[in-house]
C-alpha cells in the first residue's frame, strides 16, 4: 500500500522560511513527476512547483524566486524550500507524485498519489 507522508508544516511570521518534506513508501518501482500544490480556505487546489523525473522545474509566478523544489529519488522524497514567507502563502500544501508500482509478478500500476496535506500560515 502507498504512502505518502508529508512533514515541515507549521507557523511562522512573514519573511520566514519552511521547508516540506515529502516521503513515499509501499511497493515503488519508480517516480516520475513530483510536485507540490497548495489550497487555501474558499480557493482551488492550485499547483505550486513541479519537478519532472530529469529535473526540469516549473512554478507558479507567485512562488518564482522565493521557492525551491527538490527531490531525492534514492529516499523517494521531495522537498519544498520556501523562503520569504507571504501571508499569502497560508494554505494546505500537498505532495503528489506520480508513481509506478508493482502490484506483484508481472502486475504493475501508474498513477498519481496524494499527500496528506501539511498545514503553512504565515502571519504578518
Known amino acids: 500500500q502507498v504512502q505518502l507522508v508529508e512533514s515541515g508544516g507549521g507557523l511562522v511570521q512573514a519573511g520566514e522560511s519552511l521547508t516540506l518534506s515529502c516521503t513515499a513508501s509501499?511497493?515503488?518501482?519508480?517516480?516520475?513527476?513530483m510536485g507540490w500544490y497548495r489550497q487555501a480556505p474558499g480557493k482551488e487546489r492550485e499547483m505550486v512547483a513541479v519537478v519532472s523525473r530529469h529535473g526540469d522545474t516549473n512554478y507558479a509566478d507567485s512562488v518564482k524566486g522565493r521557492f525551491t523544489i527538490s527531490r531525492e529519488d534514492a529516499k523517494k522524497t521531495i522537498y519544498l524550500q520556501m523562503n520569504s514567507l507571504k501571508v499569502e502563502d497560508t494554505a494546505v500544501y500537498y505532495c503528489?507524485?506520480?508513481?509506478?508500482?508493482?502490484?506483484?509478478?508481472?502486475?504493475?500500476?501508474?498513477?498519481?498519489?496524494w499527500g496528506q496535506g501539511t498545514q503553512v500560515t504565515v502571519s504578518s
Open positions: 503528489n507524485l506520480d508513481l509506478l508500482l508493482k502490484l506483484g509478478t508481472g502486475r504493475y500500476h501508474q498513477g498519481d498519489y
Open positions: 509501499g511497493g515503488i518501482v519508480s517516480i516520475n513527476a
